[in-house]
């Protein structure tokens, strides 16, 4: 009903707003057809499947390849009959770029809501117990309304009991070793009676967008899994970086130019933070940061709820990501993107490597002053939850496209506007 009604609302909205011209019944028809297409369009590129779109990047890519090709579709009948686009200029381009913007935004609103009743709820059985979820995982799932239960016990009698009481929107296959042939074929007679089935793989990265990376690095299939950016991908990822950071800079200037004084005034010393940082296949480089910590503090690669070494001014800076704004400049000359896998000491990489399974994949792509991990998983201070960020940092680079990067964007600005920090 959103896709087929509001193109002809925000129509009306804009010829009352920016046109003195009478309303016409052609114009009517134009509103009714780029609903028509619109819808067509949407239903093509799958966007009414109840699971599988649920990220903002997915709804983003949708909606607008949907109105793009409404728009192309009018174009083509505006040339055989022309007086459908008889409106003024300026109402037909503030029409075209307005509508995917209204339509994502109620589409969103509606899908939260009604996610959050008990219809919208998502029923998955886990079967096994070889990955264990944490607390931030459960809370995840339940902001989304997904509901996990989970039967250790392999046995054909119970699995069929507990799939015909619970009736399960997908069944996830979450074993610690190999299945044995009864296994299978209890899975197998489930699949040809439409039961989803899904491994813990693909439950991960559709439901809590991250890449499963196992404890021992035996799966030397995964390695082809995560690939580097494409030259077209990487020429987008560059157009975005100039683009947001040069309008970033217009911005905050005075932000910086207050945040040099505070830092004098508070900590005398040097303003800017130093710090070889690992990059692109490995390769280290000087990352600039404004100083947040007191000079010649003690060394700790982890900072403390209330650390002592941080200055008053510098909390301030860590918690709104001021202090990342010199960054920029690592971005301008290319040793980082504005988004991608957070840049990590060496020193701290040499632990993550000898601990954590193929951890070395995140540099197949620069750094990023924010990223998909920042934004989804809370600050961490030991190797597991270093662990945990790879995976969001692999699902990154995996999935890679210009909607997950503008998705990154808004959830970035929202993270700071709260004042979580990243």
Known sequence: MVDFCLPL???????????????????IWLGVLSGIFLLLSTQLLGGYSRYLERSIAKKLEITFKAWLSSILVLSFAAYLDYSIFSFARSVILMWVVITPSFVFLLKFVINRKSRSTSHGR????????????????????EKHNIRLHTIIEFNRTVINERIETLSPDFLV???????????????????????????????????????????????LSYLGRIQAYNRLSYMIKRVVDISVCLGLVSLVWPVMLFSVYKIKKQSPGRVFFKQARVGLQGKEFQAIKFRSMHENSEFNPYTQEKDPRIFPFGNVMRRTRIDE???????????????????????????????????????????????????????????????????YDLYYIKYWSIWLEVETLIRTVSVVLRRKGL
């Open 122 to 141: 998502t029923e998955v059985l886990v079967l096994g117990n070889g990955y264990s979820f944490n607390e931030f995982e459960f809370a995840y799932l």
């Open 173 to 219: 296959i979450n074993l610690d070793k190999s299945a044995e042939p009864k296994l299978i074929k209890v899975l197998t007679r489930l699949d040809l009676k439409g039961v989803n089935i899904l491994t813990l793989h693909s439950f991960m990265e559709s439901f809590l967008r991250k890449c499963y990376i196992p404890y021992e690095s035996v799966e």
């Open 9 to 27: 609302l925000t129509l009306l909205c804009v010829q009352l707003f920016l046109s003195d011209q009478s309303w016409k019944a052609s114009y």
């Open 325 to 391: 704004l010199p960054q920029l400049w690592n971005v301008f000359v290319g040793d980082m993107h504005l988004f991608g896998p957070r840049t990590e000491w060496n020193i701290l990489v040499e632990e993550y490597e000898h601990g954590i399974p193929y951890y070395h994949e995140r540099h197949l792509v620069r750094p990023g002053i924010s990223g998909w991990a920042q934004v989804l998983y809370p600050y961490g201070g030991n190797i597991e939850d270093a662990r945990q960020k790879l995976m």
